[in-house]
């Protein structure tokens, strides 16, 4: 058995409730096991016996643990309601779907919509290409490495100041390919090409191989997008295709804004 200890490992600010801080450590054990014993969870998180019954006592009592005869599991029902309640967190707008599927339809290619939750650009719906090699792993909930993605690099050029400042402050960047930006100055400056063209470009700066074009979808009034779409594809295929791609792109951000206005 193996248990995940880079939680416990992390050094943690002077105001966290350390007890509140063990528990998520438990579940995060829970989570990444069959079943984990006491002395198990003893011994990997450097707690105390006693500590970690009364910790599993009081997460068993709340509904996010569960004994069985192996030790202890996440309690089905818990996790399966916070899921189901962060899935429809996520829930992208109709009129958003359908302008994704057409996307999709249109250039053959994968286009997905992502929102902005804090500073983080956070994928809300997925269609994928009908061509045979097209870019997949792509998925609801996906989020992190904004300042690598289209879709990222979109919904951050419009972020006030402020809230840009923060994001740099406490992200890490990190070399994804050879070709991502990790500069904070660097990065500011497309942010700045981002925010004046309208629209950004990934260059296998996520991933290798892949390509990405986004639009920020802005309504009546707001100074930040509420919405992201984006159409991603292989390499091999970026060149040739990019400017009628984004000239779709653009077509469906208008119409979406349009229809916006109306309602």
């Not at 007890?19 to 079943?35: G, K, T």
């Not at 902005?116 to 870019?135: K, P």
């Not at 998925?139 to 993605?149: D, F, K, M, V």
């Not at 984006?230 to 077509?251: C, G, I, N, Y």
Request: proline share 4%; with cysteine.
């Amino acid at each position: 058995m193996s248990v995940d200890t880079k939680a416990s490992q992390k050094s943690a600010p002077n105001d966290v409730i350390q007890s509140a801080a063990r528990a998520l450590e438990i579940i995060d054990c829970l989570a990444s096991n069959d079943a984990v014993t006491a002395r198990e969870l003893s011994a990997k998180l450097g707690l105390r016996l006693p500590t970690v019954y009364h910790l599993l006592n009081t997460l068993t009592h709340a509904g996010y643990a569960e004994k069985v005869s192996t030790g202890y599991v996440l309690s089905g029902d818990k996790v399966s309601s916070l899921y189901a309640s962060f899935i429809r967190s996520l829930r992208a707008e109709p009129a958003v779907v359908s302008a994704i599927q057409r996307l999709a339809a249109i250039t053959r290619e994968t286009a997905y919509a992502a929102r902005l939750v804090g500073e983080s650009a956070v994928i809300v719906s997925v269609v994928e290409g009908g061509q045979a090699v097209r870019v997949g792993n792509l998925h609801p909930g996906l989020r992190g490495n904004e300042y690598a993605r289209a879709a990222g690099k979109v919904l951050l050029a419009f972020l006030p100041e402020e809230r840009l400042d923060s994001y740099l402050l406490h992200t890490s960047m990190t070399m994804l390919t050879p070709h991502t930006i990790i500069d904070p100055i660097g990065l500011r400056e497309e942010l700045l090409t981002v925010r004046e063209n309208g629209y950004a470009v990934d260059r296998e700066g996520f991933a290798e191989g892949v390509c990405c074009l986004s639009v920020p979808i802005m309504r009546k009034g707001a100074t930040v997008p509420s919405t992201a779409i984006s159409v991603t594809m292989p390499s091999h295929r970026f060149d040739e295709a990019w400017t009628t791609h984004l000239r779709s792109l653009q077509k469906i951000r208008r119409e979406l804004e349009s229809a916006a206005e109306r309602t």
